[in-house]
């Protein structure tokens, strides 16, 4: 099964949306989890990851601070908490799972083997 993400929208700058990712069909309580993004006609791009245990994360300069990633592998589900939205944060966000790669060297998406379809966030002025 593949992630499936959920919670984007519409959101004013500054406001704070919440993205959910949930399992489908299959356990990532082992895998670090990662968020990526991709804007209109730009490359995808890393937002932030966390370890299995959920004890770490990593995050991009741009939403340091900003976004905080969390997960509950009882519930098999990884959050992106995302605070202080500006417009140069609407993208289509998708969270991936990986096994591979020694933390915190996660940024690399080919590192990923699991990807949800993604979610739109869109941030107006």
């Known amino acids: 099964g593949q992630p499936v993400e959920s919670g984007g929208g519409l959101v004013q700058a500054g406001g704070s949306p919440r993205l959910s990712c949930a399992a489908s069909g299959r356990t990532f309580s082992g895998y670090a989890m990662g968020w990526f993004r991709q804007a209109p006609g730009k490359e995808r791009e890393f937002v932030g990851a966390i370890n299995w245990s959920g004890e770490y994360t990593v995050y991009a300069d741009s939403v340091k601070g900003r976004f905080t990633i969390s997960r509950d592998n009882a519930k098999n589900t990884v959050t992106l908490q995302m605070n202080s939205v500006k417009p140069e944060d609407t993208a289509v966000y998708s969270c991936?799972?990986?096994?591979?790669?020694?933390?915190?060297?996660?940024?690399?998406?080919?590192?990923?083997?699991?990807w949800g379809q993604g979610t739109q966030v869109t941030v107006s002025s």
């Open positions: 991936a799972a990986t096994n591979r790669g020694a933390w915190p060297a996660v940024v690399d998406e080919l590192l990923y083997d699991y």
